[in-house]
């Protein structure tokens, strides 16, 4: 068992976690404007990555240069990794590798007090990515109780680099915005990365 091959049936049941739908979850989230330089970069590579077609493509050219942006826009105050292994509990699955996951902290050495996963979304299927997303989510919360790091929220997207899901997971609720957001809203999307990222505790 790793990340990869949780449904989200799994995730109510092995965890205990109830899972909301909310309509708008970030609607009250300031829009916050890319830099030009990643509007030119997105310019260039959108059109190449949506070529080549594969996730690999889409990770390098669409995905990573958004999810970099972020980290600038925090002031580099969080550390952002990319495909690091993330072994919280293997017993009960929750080990594997992550696409992406930002921390509250600013050293790229470690992976401590992981507040946001991003999974890349399989096949270009947005909602296959949902189970694997809510059990990085899951992780990252029991990985910062062990630690007794202080998080409230934990945060998690699903992507295919054209459309973005978000998710928050409080105490036991897992609640799954219905709005897909989409590259011509990247202000927004830039907006609720950086509102995830600011800590609430």
């Known amino acids: ?17 109830k899972i909301q739908d909310v309509h708008n979850l970030f609607g009250s989230v300031e829009p916050i404007e890319p830099s030009e330089r990643l509007l030119s970069l997105l310019e260039e590579f959108v059109p190449l990555g ?5 996730e690999k493509a889409r990770s390098e ?4 240069p958004i999810l970099a942006e972020v980290k600038k826009l925090t002031g580099n105050k969080v550390s952002l990794f990319s495909g690091n292994k993330f072994d919280v ?9 992550c696409d992406f996951m930002f921390s509250f902290s600013s050293s790229q050495l470690t992976l401590s007090a992981p507040v946001i996963a991003i999974v890349e979304a399989k096949n270009e299927n947005i909602n296959s990515g949902f189970g ?23 945060y998690g997207c699903v992507t295919t680099g054209s459309v973005w899901r978000f998710l928050t997971l409080s ?14 809203q990247l202000s ?6 950086i509102a995830d990222l600011n800590p609430k505790a």
């Open 1 to 17: 068992m790793a990340y990869e091959n949780f449904s989200i049936e799994q995730i109510e049941s092995d965890f205990s976690i």
């Open 50 to 54: 949506s070529a080549i077609g594969t």
């Open 61 to 64: 050219f669409i995905i990573a």
């Open 89 to 97: 509990d293997k017993e009960k699955g929750l080990n594997g590798f």
């Open 132 to 154: 694997q997303c809510m059990a990085e989510m899951v992780a990252a919360q029991i990985y910062n109780r062990k630690k007794k790091t202080i998080v409230d929220s934990v």
């Open 171 to 184: 105490n036991n609720t897992i609640y799954l915005d219905s709005i897909e957001y989409y590259l011509d």
């Open 188 to 193: 927004k999307i830039l907006g609720i990365f």
